[in-house]
Structure formats: C-alpha cells, structure tokens
Nanobody, 115 residues
Framework: QAPLVESGGGLVQPGGSLRLSCAAS????????LGWYRQAPGNDRELVAA???????NYRDSVKGRFTISRDNAKNTVYLQMNSLKPEDTAVYYC?????????WGQGAQVTVSS
C-alpha cells in the first residue's frame, strides 16, 4: 500500500465545494506532520494548509475562511474541505507527510474550477 492515497477532486463551478481525502498508513499518520499542497501549471508547489505541532492548523492567506483541514484519527485520514472555490484554486493538490525532513507525497488530485 502506498504511504498516502488521495481521493476526491474533480471539476466544479466557481463558488462550489469539493473535499479531498488522504488516507495514510498508521505510522505515518501518528508521527508525521500532515498537510496539503497544490501546484498549478507553470507554478511552484505551494502550501495550502497544514497541521502544526500541537494540532492547530495554518493556511495560506488566499484560502483562509474558505478551506478547512481536518483529520479523522480513527480512519488515519486527513481531509481538505474546499468551499467558495475560485478559478485560481485550479491546481493539482497533493497530500504531504513530513517528519525531520523526510517527505511522503500523495499521487495528486486534479481540482478544476471553471464555469
């Protein structure tokens, strides 16, 4: 089994919502810092949201108030709820697990916001 397995994504109209899921192995889920990144064509990969030590979350400014990162400890799964989506949110979204400089990445989920 891959360390991180993503699901969700797709095509949505502006103002719509999507939820991404990322299922992790038990060890990774319990030890690694988990978050979501995205990469649009021609752009660098950028942090969208991530859990910090202590359990609180941080978000990039452009998604604050619209996106929510959450986790289900019983399912070893982290989610990214995306509301009020905008065309500029269009990108491939990647789940990330990081610990002491070691990184695992999900396979990526395409999110396209277009009318």
């Amino acid at each position: 089994q891959a360390p991180l397995v993503e699901s969700g994504g797709g095509l949505v109209q502006p103002g719509g919502s999507l939820r991404l899921s990322c299922a992790a192995s038990r060890d990774i889920f319990s030890i690694y810092d988990l978050g979501w990144y995205r990469q649009a064509p021609g752009n660098d990969r950028e942090l969208v949201a991530a859990f910090k030590r202590g359990g609180s979350a941080n978000y990039r400014d452009s998604v604050k108030g619209r996106f929510t990162i959450s986790r289900d400890n019983a399912k070893n799964t982290v989610y990214l709820q995306m509301n009020s989506l905008k065309p500029e949110d269009t990108a491939v979204y990647y789940c990330n697990a990081e610990y002491l400089g070691y990184n695992y990445w999900g396979q990526g989920a395409q999110v396209t916001v277009s009318s």
